[in-house]
Nanobody, 121 residues
Framework: QVQLVESGGGLVQAGGSLRLSCAAS????????MGWFRQAPGKEREFVAA????????YYADSVKGRFTISRDNAKNTVYLQMNSLKPEDTAVYYC??????????????WGQGTQVTVSS
C-alpha cells in the first residue's frame, strides 16, 4: 500500500519554472515505478513522465521532453517533477502515481490527490 501527497503547484508566468514534489508513505516506495500525470479542464488525464524503480530510467511525453525532468530520492520516499519553460498549455491538475508502467500503457495502481499548476500568458 502506498499513499501519495503532492505539493509545489501554483501560479506561474509563461517561461517560468515550478518543482512538484510527491511524498510517499510505505516501506516499499523504492520498488515502485513512479510517474506524473496531468488533467486539464475538459480533457482526459494524460501521461507526463515516469521513472523506474530499479535503474532510474526516465520516460516523457513528447509535449514535455526537454522542459520537464523527473527524479526520485528513495531515501526520502519522494519523487520530483522539475518543470521549466512552462507554457499556458501546461495548465492542469498534476497527479503523482505509483506502480504500473505508463510508458507502455500499464496504468499505476496508486494516485495522489493532485496539485494545481496554472501558467499565465
Amino acid at each position: 500500500q502506498v499513499q501519495l501527497v503532492e505539493s509545489g503547484g501554483g501560479l506561474v508566468q509563461a517561461g517560468g519554472s515550478l518543482r512538484l514534489s510527491c511524498a510517499a508513505s510505505g516501506r516499499t516506495f523504492s520498488s515502485y515505478n513512479m510517474g506524473w500525470f496531468r488533467q486539464a479542464p475538459g480533457k482526459e488525464r494524460e501521461f507526463v513522465a515516469a521513472i523506474t524503480w530499479s535503474s532510474g530510467n526516465t520516460y516523457y511525453a513528447d509535449s514535455v521532453k526537454g522542459r520537464f525532468t523527473i527524479s526520485r530520492d528513495n531515501a526520502k520516499n519522494t519523487v520530483y517533477l522539475q518543470m521549466n519553460s512552462l507554457k499556458p498549455e501546461d495548465t492542469a491538475v498534476y497527479y503523482c502515481a505509483a506502480g504500473g508502467a505508463p510508458w507502455i500503457g500499464k496504468l499505476p495502481g496508486y494516485w495522489g490527490q493532485g496539485t494545481q499548476v496554472t501558467v499565465s500568458s
